[in-house]
């Protein structure tokens, strides 16, 4: 049974650090990419970039490379991290399994969600 | 840059068929994948590759795609089909990026 659990901080002041991590339970980390997306309150989807096990990442162009995806193999673990959030960056965040290359597909497996708010 | 557009709700009587459209330029030479997603939950995938249903999901959910428009199509709709419903493409242009539609929020009366 594939099984994705992520944590981090929920609670940041402008201009602070976030930072998410995603377990991967029960699937084969090196077969897949692996991905973040976030969804601000009442909004849709929005895909910020993958990760494969070689540490391979492709960004979301629209975010303009203001976050970093990285991975710890040996944990079967990835992580995002954005600097100087804003509360434009308020929003429910995801990690899911994504595409098998060269495959280019869809999201099979979703982490809970992490509720990131940020607020002075 | 691509852009995949849904209406923002739809609505639909117990027992009747929902049809919600996902519209996009040249969408017809894309794969689309369906997301289902309740309030307070991760989506689920509902439809892969236009009109495949992966394990579990009810046959009551099918996909259709036609020129530059991909439909979900959800027969005999129940109280628990209520929900936001999500389309998205790969998007293999100059950008290389996944692209998902706005949402659609369904309602059951």
């Known amino acids: 049974q594939v099984q994705l659990q992520q944590w981090g901080a929920g609670l940041l002041r402008p201009s602070e650090t976030l930072s998410l991590t995603c377990a991967v339970y029960?699937?084969?980390?090196?077969?897949?990419?692996w991905s973040w997306i976030r969804q601000p309150p009442g909004k849709g989807l929005e895909w910020i970039g993958e990760?494969?096990?070689?540490?391979?990442?492709n960004y979301n162009p629209s975010l303009k490379s203001r976050f970093t995806i990285s991975v710890d193999t040996s944990k079967n673990q990835f992580s995002l991290k954005l600097n100087s959030v804003t509360a434009a960056d308020t929003a429910v965040y995801f990690c899911?399994?994504?595409?098998?290359?060269?495959?280019?597909?869809?999201?099979?497996?979703w982490g809970q969600g992490t509720l990131v708010t940020v607020s002075s | 840059s691509f852009e995949l557009t849904q209406p923002p709700s739809a609505s639909v009587a117990p027992g009747k068929t929902a049809r919600i459209t996902c519209g996009g330029n040249?969408?017809?030479?894309?794969?689309v994948h369906w997301y289902q997603q309740k309030p307070g939950q991760a989506p689920v995938l509902v439809v892969r590759?236009?009109?495949d249903r992966p394990s579990g999901i009810p046959d009551r959910f099918s996909g259709s795609k036609s020129g530059n428009t991909a439909t979900l199509t959800i027969s005999r709709v129940e109280a628990g089909d209520e929900a936001d419903y999500h389309c998205?493409?790969?998007?293999?242009?100059?950008?290389?990026?996944?692209?998902f539609g706005g949402g659609t929020k369904l309602t059951v009366l």
């Open positions: 899911a399994r994504g595409r098998r290359p060269p495959q280019r597909d869809y999201f099979d497996y």
């Open positions: 029960g699937a084969s980390f090196s077969d897949n990419y």
């Open positions: 990760i494969n096990h070689s540490g391979t990442t």
């Open positions: 040249n969408i017809g030479t894309k794969s």
């Open positions: 590759y236009d009109s």
């Open positions: 998205q493409v790969w998007d293999s242009g100059s950008d290389h990026r996944v692209v």
